[in-house]
């Protein structure tokens, strides 16, 4: 079962939800802070390719 870890995102309007939204103001921006949160949270990140990236925890992790 996978669950959604994080949400990094460059326009706050576009998500909602329960899982924690971190807004950046760049695409550089925005992949730094996607990849330091991976290894953080040991999740797996997912580009939506609509300004949207989803860190998603897989299984037992």
Do not use: C, W, Y
Not at 37 to 59: F, R
């Amino acid at each position: 079962m996978a669950k959604v870890a994080a949400i990094v995102t460059l326009d706050r309007e576009a998500v909602g939800g329960g899982a924690p939204i971190f807004v950046e103001q760049s695409r550089e921006q925005q992949e730094k802070t996607a990849f330091l949160l991976e290894k953080i949270l040991d999740a797996s990140v997912h580009d939506l390719k609509n300004g949207i990236l989803v860190l998603v925890k897989h299984g037992d992790k």
